[in-house]
Nanobody, 123 residues
Framework: QVQLVESGGDLVQAGGSLKLSCAGS????????MAWFRQAPGKEREFVAA????????HYADSVKGRFTISRDNAKNTLYLQMNSLKPEDTAVYYC????????????????WGQGTQVTISS
């Protein structure tokens, strides 16, 4: 069992930066691949980025590639998402998720989810 708690969401201006964190609990945190998804109002939840269990393999959605960086610190049971050059279309609730050992872009791959943190980008 893994419990996930996101933090770091905020209101920032376009072009700014934000770093999200996801604190995990449970002895098996470091054995899972992790991912960030986001959901904007009226839209379906979409994949943002994923990282494998040891942090050596990452994958990004085309919409965030080159702007966002996913990383993890297994010693601290924490997942991060560094977001730069933010755009209004990045506005969404951001969720972290854990599951399996390898990266995947589909939400059904991930068994554990956090409650989400709101990111709002003003133009």
């Amino acid at each position: 069992q893994v419990q996930l708690v996101e933090s770091g969401g905020d209101l920032v201006q376009a072009g700014g930066s934000l770093k999200l964190s996801c604190a995990g609990s449970g002895p098996t945190f470091s054995t899972y691949a992790m991912a960030w998804f986001r959901q904007a109002p009226g839209k379906e939840r979409e994949f943002v980025a994923a990282i494998n269990w040891i942090g050596l393999s990452t994958h990004y959605a085309d919409s965030v590639k080159g702007r966002f960086t996913i990383s993890r610190d297994n010693a601290k049971n924490t997942l991060y998402l560094q977001m730069n050059s933010l755009k209004p279309e990045d506005t969404a609730v951001y969720y972290c998720a854990a599951g399996g050992a390898f990266v995947a872009v589909t939400s059904t791959h991930y068994h554990y989810w956090g409650q989400g943190t709101q990111v709002t980008i003003s133009s």
